[in-house]
């Protein structure tokens, strides 16, 4: 598109780098005793514990797969319940994978993907239940949570009415490259308006002063205009909020009396089949904690065969749990201390 050359094959796992991770590793890493955090999405399993293990070149890497999923992806598009159930099984099966040989980093948003929200959950949808049921998704998977800029204010992508309102490089040649590949300027910016990475990028929306508080001057990528409803101020002034609940969420995981669990507990999968759910156990020394996250916009009724001692998050104010069954209403998250 623009005359280069990807040099990704050349130098993306290819033989022999281990030597120079080892060195990065000893020369730069351990005389601090630092924690390394590295962009490796494509580590093969047998790999997998020179990365991350106990003797790894890292402390951990990201957990990529669910970057590719977008609901309105011509593959996905009016199918987000097919969507959902395929995240699942990409996130379920990367844990597998990894199954206590070291610590991924889980995260939703990042700057590279346009904002989660907008990923995993149809637009007429997007809302307070929908986005802290997406939140609570992989929050207390085993590994160490990441939250990027703007996401505990439920900041969304700024969809651009022309190309020339963008500005990142590499959105021009993604351009560029659609119109090689024969679409019209139309559809090349409808495409740009659901991948761009800028959606990531926009300043940080902090309240609903000029430029969502962010700056006094001019900032090189556009503030979305939203951010006079969308704000982190706004949101703390709420009761119900996306900003509260991460705070519940944060404080339950750092508990004293959970976070051993959510550290060193396994992870069991339940509801696998079951459309439009991630759930799964956490369990630790005779201890359980059961997540549940409808990702539908339908309520669901589900068969329920634990004793729950303590409702510990609900993003609603009450939880229906009859005799053998839990009533989940659409995007309804809830986390509870449970006896098997």
Avoid at 181 to 207: C, D, F, I, Y
Avoid at 332 to 340: F, G, L, Q, S
């Amino acid at each position: 598109m623009d005359g280069y050359v990807n040099g990704f094959p050349y130098f993306r796992n290819v033989k022999g780098i281990e030597t120079f991770l080892n060195e990065l590793k000893k020369e730069t890493f351990l005389p601090h005793d630092a924690f390394t955090l590295a962009e490796a999405d494509d580590v093969a399993p047998e790999d997998l514990e020179d990365f991350i293990g106990e003797d790894g070149y890292f402390s951990s890497i990201f957990d990529f797969c669910h970057t590719r999923y977008h609901v309105n992806h011509p593959k996905w598009k009016d199918r987000p319940v097919e969507m959902i159930n395929d995240l699942r099984d990409a996130l379920f099966q990367k844990q597998e994978y990894v199954n206590g040989r070291g610590f991924l980093c889980n995260f939703l948003d990042n700057h590279d993907t346009s904002r989660s929200a907008e990923r995993f959950i149809p637009r007429e949808d997007i809302g307070y239940y929908s986005m802290s049921a997406l939140g609570s998704v992989n929050f207390f998977f085993p590994g160490i949570v990441f939250l990027y800029q703007g996401q505990a204010a439920g900041m969304l992508d700024y969809r651009k009415k022309s190309i020339d309102e963008f500005r990142d490089p590499t959105t021009f040649n993604m351009y560029r490259g659609y119109l090689q590949e024969g679409m019209t300027e139309e559809q090349a910016l409808e495409k740009l308006n659901v991948e761009s990475r800028e959606h990531a990028r926009t300043p940080m929306q902090w309240n609903a002063q000029e430029n969502a508080g962010f700056t006094d001057g001019t900032p090189w990528f556009a503030v979305n205009p939203n951010y006079k409803e969308i704000n982190l101020e706004a949101e703390k002034g709420k009761e119900e909020s996306l900003y509260h609940w991460y705070r519940k969420m944060i404080a339950l995981r750092k508990s004293d009396e959970y976070s051993e669990l959510f550290i060193y507990g396994s992870l069991i999968p339940v509801y696998e089949k079951t459309d439009g759910v991630i759930a799964y156990e956490r369990e630790y020394q005779g201890r359980c904690v059961l997540v549940i996250c409808n990702l539908k916009a339908a309520p669901q009724e589900l068969p329920f065969g634990w004793n729950v001692k303590k409702i510990l998050l609900s993003n609603h104010k009450d939880v229906n749990i009859e005799k053998e069954k839990i009533c989940l209403r659409g995007y309804e998250t809830v986390i509870a201390d449970i006896e098997k």
